[in-house]
């Protein structure tokens, strides 16, 4: 097979589409920007997801006097149930699973609640007695939460046990939802750009089927019949795949380490995580233009 004589033939076919193979290029860059935006979503949840849940606190709240749950009839907690919260955290049972904890009094938990609520209404009308008091305890492995939430609901004094993944798990979910409608869409427009591919390439094979029937009446292989017009797709996926590469490393060069990293206190994915998924991107634009290709050009193999 002749190289320069194949080359040549895929260089005319790209002149003679090149509209189309414009619109090959720009639906194969905007939906592999979609799949390369959903790989960084799904690498920044997990990063977010290892750094909060090793964080997570176990929040054992405390009676306060105008608490309305089944365990707090009594009031506020006394000093005697709270002497015994803390000696149950302190026990052979739970010390093993327990990194550390403290206590939060009225006035601290007042304290937080003003820094956190400032210029709010709320910060003018609550008072400390209405604040919980609470132990605050971290755990050796966040997952064991279980265990604390069973031996401490129950006692007396304590108005609730909640751990703060709860809390994470809901937003992890939302994040979650928003990835996955990201890989579908990207999914959708994938399917776009290889039908917009195959048809490209029937475009281009029939307006040459006369030089196809001459090409298989002299004896020319498929290979050597088949490898232009795959080549005219492989050149507008890889041009398109490029383009989308270069869309996800300006994203998180100007955008997430630019603009989010310097205004947020998060762990945000970097131009590493984006030169892993760079590759990937190209990798799926060729193979998806090469196969759609490969496939549309099947039928005029035989002439």
Known sequence: MRLGLVLSEAANGLRRNASMVVSVVLVTFISLTFVGTAALLQLQIGQMKNYWYDRAQVAVYLCTAVSTTAGCTDGEATDEQQAAIQQQLESETLA??????????????????????AGTPAADYVTPEVLNETFW???????????????????????????????????????????????????????????????????SAFSRRRELGIMRLVGASNRFIQTPFVLEGVFAGLIGSLLAG??????VHFFVQGYLATNLSFTFVDLTDAFIVVPLLILVGVLLAAVSAGIAITRYLKV
Do not use: K
């Open 246 to 251: 270069g869309a996800v490393i300006g994203i």
């Open 96 to 117: 093993p699973f327990i990194d550390e904890f403290y206590f939060e009094d009225h006035e601290q938990a007042y304290a937080n609640f003003q820094e956190q609520f």
């Open 137 to 203: 305890v971290n755990l050796v492995d966040p997952s064991q939460s279980a265990v604390l939430v069973e031996s401490l609901a129950g006692m007396a004094g304590v108005e609730q046990v909640v751990d703060q993944r709860s809390y994470l798990d809901q937003i992890f979910d939302v994040l979650n939802a928003a990835s996955y409608t990201a890989i579908a869409i990207a999914s959708i427009m994938l399917v776009a750009a290889a039908l917009l591919i195959a048809t490209t390439i029937r475009l």
